[in-house]
């Protein structure tokens, strides 16, 4: 091969050289044809577009990448093209390698490991680059040298390369291919190689084959300083090679200086990346088109937070589009539907995507969700899916029927779980069982699902021809495996999509940094210089470390050129450098001091204390005290804060309009309005949670007026302990919902439901047995037919609901008998000749209910609800039982300032079903439970004389407030922390509250009206 390499220190300068040679070249004759290798498209139409503008023409110029002088010798040598393998080949052989136990002993015990695949491939393709061939590897397994780990990655490298040429071939075959061939590369003029500085040995036997027919240069970016270390093999070897050397200068390059490096921190990612956006648009500003700026990103940056930040500000960019799995709410969807028809049918996968994938039909008439009502309901109902999805949602399906049509609930709720029950059934119908599948047919399965039970659109059809796409897998020997086959959709769905904008246009080009090899603009903008990333750690090799390249390259001399790990530092020290000697105008490198939401603090790249010394501008010098802090606040010399924090606090403390500094800072400025707005005022203000404008009161008027003016006893109960979480659990509608996983036993909301259950059902058959009232008399009778029937009932119900793990479960059916058999032992001892009549009755808003209401003297107010129990007995006596689960306190005939409002809303309700005189009546709670506390709590109607009008007093109260709109919080140290709105309340509430409630007037009703009650302050 005749060839000559050229050297300089930036790719400004390589570009004059190129440019000077290509002119001499055509010298004489325009029409010669001459090649140009470059490291990528991109480069090469960067190239195309100089070579253009300063030459006025390329003329049978040909700009090749790698692929395209591939070709090229394969077209000049006549060989026939490689069929080729389908995407995700690789990982297809690798997996199927695995699954069929061709995998060496050796590898037996993480074949199955997530990222096996991955991480071997890549020591495959390592190899291949190396000029490892099948054959070779045969060989050097056999050798005595290599030990039991080296000699199984060659083995198998052997069978891997074997199916990859079976099943037509890829990259490295057809490297393979040239590298064996006789003769020149069919050029008919000189190959210039532009701008590469590290062939691997199938590239350096490329460039050798086409060499036979044309001289060669090599244009390589290299100078005898520690930057450039890593280019030193390849000039090297051009030099071992006996290749004619130059060191071009340009004339007047001195003019080639590249930019004054700026260096910024900012506090995370998202800042720096703000911050990078406020500078491209201030360069804009400075007339540098978009198109003649780019941002490089350095490994781990994240490229879709700054498409998203660029897309907020108005910049156009050319970059990688972003894949479907990171941009498309049914690429998500599609990968969590695909795992449950692969068997992960647990209870949090199921939920993730009932709430998360965009379903077709789950809009329900009366604006709610049928997904989440679904999921809510089945979270209440204890389903995990234990007994099989189907059954559970089956019973789920009729128990919400029979609530419909006894009017306890709305429609929505049947129709709920009719989608989960229809879903649910077409996954468990086709869901990827044992036995053999092929690519096309589970490819398949999933993409009619999708098809049918997603929302019609664009995405969901791109979603769709990205799952076909895997069918082509079946060109493979061997089929699909299910379990892995959720891999590989998300392989799919992950792929980048292409490219928005078009390259050379009027966008800024966002690149990983190895990308803007080759380019120049007129300002560049570095992201995340921090340590761990540039450079980083190089890591090592599991299955090829560089111990084993060594002896490799030893084995054979001369036929192997591996690469090396360690050598990562040194190769991005190089890319960094000639990305910033490509910087024109300007050159700006932010790095941020903590990682994206993790708080871990992050240091500085040591690259840009090299860079800051050769521009001579000291290490650091170039980060002003000001850069530490965002771009907002620089410039304030007379402060120096030494972070923004303290700049904030500065700003707020001064209490005056928001400071010049701030003012672009939208978060902060909005932030200290709110902040001034709930502490500036004595009094509680809509911060607080009292609703003060004629709108909000308006909507809360018509709220309140569609439920007819009808509160329920534990409402009103609510708002007296809390106008706070009153106000999220009945106007906002916000629920706290605890989702079962794995059930160890039945919890108190499980377990009050199953006995409220029993009851009804005990006692109505002691009625139907002539075993009522219960006394001392029969005690013995009521005693053995009950503990049959509890016993058959707990059964029946463990057979049909999930109740936990065995053991809990008996400790469980225990506890419940000797509850209920106490509830019976303690009616028998009373001897108060009351009946039972009716359960579970209802009153007020409900169909054929018997209205319910009460009038306070300023007010009528109605009631609705369910009662437990009404016994009658003799001379129009009456009784409400409701039972209590739990542990029972509270004092007999209180109300407790509104907070156990239930038993004298019951007498009210009792009277108005029996048509008796509430001061007949009796209403108690009842323990039934074998936990501490009292066996009872009453309230006696014939004391209603002088409680009716505390009654009145506090029911004035509660729903003047709330018509009111006042919710403020309540800090109450004994039940916050048992709150299920907690977390949506400050943690200053409590000095919240007493610096603004016990001042206000309109919160002195409910001052007085919950003084003295046991508990609060």
Avoid at 710 to 734: D, G, K, M, Q
Wanted: with cysteine; hydrophobic share 40%.
């Amino acid at each position: 091969m005749r060839a000559k390499i050229v050297t300089a220190g930036n790719y400004r300068t390589l570009e004059e050289a190129l440019l000077r040679d290509l002119k001499a070249l055509k010298n004489g004759n325009p029409l010669r044809p001459v090649s140009i290798l470059t490291g990528s498209n991109l480069q090469g139409k960067y190239l195309r577009a100089l070579l253009a503008e300063r030459t006025g023409g390329i003329f049978n110029v040909d700009l090749f990448a790698f692929p395209d002088l591939l070709s090229a010798v394969e077209r000049s040598s006549r060989i026939p093209a490689l069929k080729g393998l389908p995407p995700f080949a690789a990982q297809a052989i690798v997996e199927s390698l695995s699954a069929s136990g061709n995998v060496p002993e050796y590898f037996s015990p993480i074949s199955g490991t997530r990222g096996f695949s991955e991480a071997v491939i890549a020591a495959f393709s390592d190899l291949s680059e190396a000029g490892c061939t099948r054959e070779l590897a045969v060989r050097l397994a056999a050798r005595r040298e290599a030990g039991p780990g080296l000699k199984s990655l060659l083995s198998l490298f052997a069978a891997y390369r074997r199916s990859v040429d079976e099943g037509g071939g890829d990259i490295h075959t057809r490297f393979e291919r040239a590298a064996a061939l006789k003769g020149g590369g069919g050029f008919r003029g000189p190959l210039l190689v532009y701008g590469l500085y590290d062939l691997n040995a199938r590239q350096w036997d490329l460039i050798e084959r086409a060499g036979n027919s044309a001289d060669v240069t090599f244009y390589v970016p290299w100078r005898d300083e520690k930057w450039f270390r890593f280019a030193a093999p390849l000039v090297n070897r051009c030099r071992a090679r006996g290749f004619d050397m130059e060191e071009f200068a340009a004339e007047g390059s001195e003019n080639l200086r590249p930019a004054e490096p700026e260096v910024f921190s900012a506090p995370d990612p998202e800042a720096e990346t703000f911050e990078i956006a406020r500078r491209v648009l201030e360069s804009a500003g400075k007339g540098i088109r978009f198109g003649e700026m780019a941002v490089a990103l350095s490994p781990g940056c994240d490229a879709a937070l700054v498409r998203e930040i660029f897309g907020e500000s108005g910049i156009p960019v050319q970059m990688a589009e972003g894949s479907l799995l990171e941009s498309s709410a049914h690429a998500r969807g599609a990968l969590q539907l695909c795992r449950l028809l692969s068997g992960d049918l647990s209870r949090s996968r199921l939920v993730e995507f009932m709430v998360s994938a965009p379903l077709a039909g789950v809009a329900a008439p009366g604006g709610g969700d049928l997904s989440a009502a679904w999921v809510r309901e089945s979270a209440l109902e204890g389903m995990t899916g234990e007994r099989g999805w189907q059954a559970e949602n089956a019973l789920l399906a009729g128990k919400l029927s029979m609530e419909a049509a006894a009017g306890r609930c709305g429609g929505d709720l049947p129709a709920a779980a009719a989608l989960a029950g229809g879903i649910i059934d077409k996954i468990t119908e086709r869901g990827f069982a044992g036995g053999a599948h092929s690519w096309s047919s589970l490819a398949g399965t999933l993409s009619s699902l999708v098809a049918s039970l997603f929302e019609e659109g664009a995405q969901r059809d791109e979603v769709c021809r990205a799952i076909e796409g895997l069918a082509g897998l079946d060109s493979l020997p061997g089929g699909a495996s299910p379990p892995i086959f959720p891999s590989f959709v998300e392989r799919a769905l992950a792929s980048t999509r292409g490219f928005t904008g078009r390259p050379g246009g009027e966008g800024v080009a966002v690149l990983p940094i190895e990308g803007i090899r080759g380019l120049r603009f007129r300002a560049l903008f570095i992201a995340g210089m921090t340590e761990d990333s540039m450079p980083g750690t190089a890591g090592r090799d599991p299955f090829l470390p560089d111990e084993a390249r060594d002896l490799l390259e030893k084995l054979q001399p001369g036929a192997l050129m591996f690469s090396r790990r360690s050598g990562r530092t040194a190769e991005l020290e190089l890319v960094f450098r000639l990305a910033c000697s490509g910087a024109g105008d300007r050159l700006v490198c932010g790095y941020s001091r903590t990682g994206a939401g993790s708080g871990r603090e992050k240091a500085r790249s040591s690259f840009l204390d090299l860079l800051e010394r050769e521009a001579g501008v000291g290490n650091g010098a170039a980060e002003k005290a000001g850069s530490r802090l965002p771009s907002a606040f620089e410039g304030l010399s007379e402060s120096d804060p030494v972070s923004e924090d303290e700049y904030s606090l500065r700003s707020a403390a001064a209490r005056g309009a928001i400071p010049r500094g701030l003012a672009g800072e939208l978060f902060f400025s909005r932030g200290l309005r709110l902040e001034e707005a709930r502490w500036s005022e004595f009094r509680l203000t809509p911060y607080d949670g009292v609703l003060e404008s004629p709108g909000a009161a308006s909507r809360l008027a018509a709220m309140l007026g569609e439920s007819g003016g009808s509160y329920s006893a534990t409402s009103l109960e609510r708002w007296a302990r809390c106008p706070f979480a009153f106000f999220l659990r009945n106007i906002l509608r916000v629920e706290s919902i605890e989702e079962p996983e794995r059930i160890l036993s039945i919890d108190p909301l499980q377990r009050g439901t199953l006995v409220h259950s029993l009851l009804q059902r005990l006692y109505s058959n002691l009625g139907e047995n002539g075993l009522l009232p219960v006394g001392p008399a029969r005690l013995g009778r009521i005693e053995d037919h009950a503990s049959r029937f509890i016993r058959n009932f707990l059964d029946e119900y463990a057979s049909c609901a999930p109740v936990g793990i065995p053991a809990f479960w008996e400790m469980d059916r225990d506890s419940i008998m000797r509850a209920v058999m106490g509830l019976l032992s303690s009616e028998a001892g009373e001897e108060e000749g009351l009946v039972p009549a009716l359960y579970e009755e209802p009153f007020g808003r409900v169909f054929e209910a018997s209205p319910v209401s009460f009038d306070t003297g300023s007010m009528n107010i109605s009631f609705h609800g369910r009662i437990d129990r009404i016994d009658r007995g003799d001379g129009g006596r009456f009784r409400v039982i409701d039972y209590k689960t739990g542990k029972l306190d509270g004092r007999d005939d209180d109300m407790a300032g509104g907070t156990a409002l239930q038993l004298p809303v019951y007498i009210l309700a009792a009277s108005a079903i029996l048509g008796l005189p509430l001061e007949k009546g009796t209403a108690l709670y009842r323990k039934v439970s074998i936990t501490g506390g009292k066996a009872r709590v009453s309230f006696d109607g014939a004391k209603w004389g002088e409680l009716g009008g505390k009654f009145a007093g506090i029911l004035d109260v509660i729903v003047r407030g709330i018509g009111g709109g006042l919710f403020f919080m309540y800090p109450d140290p004994s039940r916050c922390e048992y709150c299920d709105a907690r977390g949506a309340c400050p943690s200053s509430k409590r000095l919240l509250f007493e610096r603004k409630a016990l001042r206000d007037p309109r919160a002195a009703d409910y001052l007085a009206m919950r003084e003295g009650v046991e508990g609060d302050e």
